[in-house]
């Protein structure tokens, strides 16, 4: 009896999901799989496969069938004499079945397939180029997470500090050593802090919000618990030159590999717009049944030569094939315009990381100082030769010294991951 009890109270319990936790390759799996955008590059890409094997088969022998039955209201005598001879029934059935192979034409399919083949091979760089995206965005995304957190513990340190030296305060304000204005000042300096830590708490939720979209969860789902990303953090980058970034951008980057495949399949357009100013030549061959003519044979057979051209058409593919060509043109010089996009990204990030990895070391040496600065202060007050105003200063620049480390930090390892983006992974390289 105490067991069914026990069992219909835990079928009556709701039903607590067990706290998930993310690491930021995680994260950028999860992204990846649940991003709309990533899958509608897909489907484009697989979408441009298929033209080029609709092309593919117009370039192989095709077969025709055909079946026309005819009721005719009478049908069709002919009088030889005193004789009637029926040439044609009531009921007329002709049937076809053809196959033609393209001959003159297999020049422009030829270039049209090929055009797509290369189109085809653009847009899976376009699926390269929104990966890309997707895991700077996660990574970045990450760090920013765990950069409002940081900040959080700076304030929270910073409030807890100050309270303790409004409690001292309070102290000497009874025993008249200090006036209420210092006790003021005090707390308009706790205020300031909690306004900071408001600040960063309220940025750790933007980011942890974006983040669970981002990777496909709902906003009902806060048991979702983020791993700090230690290894873009602590991740050492290698020494590069400024050109060096910049020729890696121009040989890793997709949005390169993507400009150059779209200029191919331009020029491939061009060249199939010039085959199709040359005449029309197919191969014919077929079997037609007759059912209801006299004066035709029920089966024959038959193969030929066909050949068609547009003597005049008032310029309508000439246009077309100028068209072409200067689309190919265009499609060159935006590719030789996405080589400089690439290069001038590579240098401006690769500016960042430097600058940024400089400020670490600068904030670094700051907050020693900071530490100490506040340190002697609070002695320098204890003993009455400094005043609540030098506190307040030295508090403030040790907790300004703490948050610049943070900011520092962080961005140094966002600078890491925009460097990475920029410069590229070696062309056929698993994400």
Known sequence: MNLLLTLAVLAQAPVTKAPRTISVEDGVHLALVHSPGLHAVQLRADSVEDQSRSVRGRMLPGLYVSDEHQHYSEGFNIAFGPLMFTARGQNVNTFVAAANQPVLGLLHLFQDKAGLD????????????TEDAITETVQTGFLRYFEARASEEVATASIGQLDEQRQVMEARVKAGAATTADLLRLEVATANARQQLIVSKTQEQITYSALLIAMGFSAEDGD????????????????????????????????VFKARYEQTAAEHQSTSKLFLLLPEANLEAGYVHLFGQAFAPPDSYYVGFKASWNIWEWGASWYQRQAAQRSAEAAADLREEQERQVKTEASGKLATFRSSHSAVEVAQTAIASAEEAWRVTQALVKAGTATTTDLLDSQAALTQAKLNLVRARYQEAVAKVGVERAMGRPHGAAQ
């Open 118 to 129: 290369d189109l085809a091979l653009a847009a899976h760089e376009g699926e390269h180029i």
């Open 224 to 255: 979702v618990t983020l791993l700090e990303p230690t290894a873009l953090e602590d991740k050492v980058m290698p020494t590069v030159t400024e050109t060096e970034a910049q020729q890696r951008a121009a040989a890793n980057r997709p949005e």
